[in-house]
């Protein structure tokens, strides 16, 4: 079945420091990538939603310089955490939408940043 | 492996019929558990949450779910479904003191089609 691969599973960074997340559909195509974050012991947040070849639609309260997104192809999207704080440390998930299938969802496995 | 399973892939039903929807998951430890709608071409909202006390969690818009830990389950249930509901629907389980570090994992999602 469809998968789609987020990389690093965990990563730990300096504050101060970039850090980027990849989130790839490895057997389809996805038009639109959705990113979350979920601090621990609450649900999903949603970040922003990626669309291929067009700036990333941010949600309110999130700062666009700080979590830059981009959409280069239909099979990638990352995520950078620019001047990571220990305030970012977070679990960071991404959703693609099938361009094929255009209700169908798949979720990455999620990435855990540590910021120290 | 934690692993969720949804076993309903697409459920048709016609307005005012109830709505169960199934979900397993595979843990044996302290678990949270997440139900998420996700209506066409938006992106992931909660529906509702359980992470300790009364194994009955009522949500919004009407739904609720029940955890029966000797079943590992944490089904969806609706008394009446509305056209509205028409949607995909996910369920989430996170271990946080087990396995999968913690991560977040999803089911395949079930489609809700309800008809007029």
């Known amino acids: 079945g469809a998968v789609v691969s987020q990389h690093p599973s965990r990563v730990i960074c300096k504050s101060g420091t970039s850090v980027k997340i990849e989130c790839r559909s490895l057997?389809?195509?996805?038009?639109?990538m959705f990113w979350y974050r979920q601090f621990p012991k609450q649900s999903l947040m949603l970040m922003a939603t990626?669309?291929?070849?067009?700036?990333?639609?941010?949600e309110q309260g999130v700062e666009k310089d700080k979590f830059l997104i981009n959409h280069a192809s239909l099979t990638l999207s990352t995520l950078t955490v620019t001047s990571a704080h220990p305030e970012d440390s977070s679990f960071y998930i991404c959703?693609?939408?099938?361009?094929?299938?255009?209700?169908?969802?798949?979720f990455g496995e999620g990435s855990w940043l540590t910021v120290v | 492996a934690q692993s969720v399973s949804q076993h309903n892939h697409h459920v048709i039903l016609s307005e005012a019929a109830s709505l169960e929807l199934g979900c397993n998951y595979s843990y044996g430890g302290t678990v949270n558990l997440f139900w998420y709608v996700q209506y066409p071409g938006q992106h992931l909202q909660l529906l509702l949450k359980?992470?300790?006390?009364?194994?009955l969690v009522k949500g919004i818009k009407g739904f609720e779910a029940e955890f029966i830990k000797s079943k590992f389950s944490f089904n969806l249930r609706k008394p009446s479904v509305q056209w509205s509901d028409t949607a995909e629907y996910f369920c989430a389980v996170n271990a946080p003191y087990g396995g999968s570090q913690g991560n977040l994992i999803f089911g395949k999602g079930t489609k809700l089609s309800v008809k007029p």
């Open positions: 990626s669309n291929e070849g067009s700036k990333a639609t941010y």
């Open positions: 359980y992470f300790s006390g009364d194994p």
């Open positions: 959703s693609a939408r099938d361009l094929g299938a255009p209700a169908t969802i798949y």
């Open positions: 057997d389809f195509q996805a038009t639109t």
